[in-house]
């Protein structure tokens, strides 16, 4: 079972947790 209604949410968190993973990364060096 797979609702529609998951995907913008999937969505959401990627947005969000591509620039945090970018800042962990230029915080790390």
């Not at 209604?5 to 230029?26: D, E, H, K, M, R």
């Amino acid at each position: 079972i797979f609702e529609p209604n998951s995907i913008p949410a999937g969505v959401v968190v990627a947005a969000l947790g591509a620039p945090y993973f970018l800042y962990l990364l230029t915080k790390t060096k």
